[in-house]
């Protein structure tokens, strides 16, 4: 390049992300300006005024319930195209349910053994049934 006999530091700068350009060069951290950098309350209350303020003014949109089905029914059209996306949270529902049915059953299981646990003895020592 023309220019890199005026910035020795021109390779050491392509090298670097640009989040640390952006601070500074020397802090690899992203900046701690604008809005995604501030806490999460912060965000909200600020967020918040916004959406009061288009409400007085008018400008503000709510969704019927019509708009809200028909935006649904686009977004759901689109990720349901990403075969390896649908495929993982089809594996991570299925892994969940196997969880809750076996936990289920522990419980089920444990239940009954607490039954049969408090179950008066007869004189032999055996269990009676009460059925």
Excluded at 2 to 24: F, Y
Excluded at 25 to 44: E, I, L
Aim: glycine share 12%; hydrophobic share 25%; net charge positive.
């Amino acid at each position: 390049m023309a220019h890199d006999h005026m910035n020795p530091n021109h390779e050491t700068h392509e090298a670097q992300p640009r989040t640390e350009l952006a601070a500074g060069g020397s802090n690899p951290k992203k900046s701690n300006r604008g809005f995604a950098s501030m806490d999460r309350s912060k965000q909200r209350e600020i967020a918040s005024k916004g959406g009061r303020a288009a409400h007085e003014k008018g400008t503000a949109h709510q969704f019927s319930a019509d708009e809200a089905r028909e935006a649904g029914r686009k977004g759901g059209g689109a990720v349901s195209r990403d075969k390896q996306h649908m495929a993982e949270i089809g594996r991570i529902g299925g892994q969940a349910r196997g969880r809750r049915q076996r936990a289920a059953a522990q419980a089920k299981a444990s239940e009954q053994q607490t039954t049969v646990e408090t179950e008066p003895k007869s004189e032999d020592g055996s269990r009676e049934s009460h059925h």
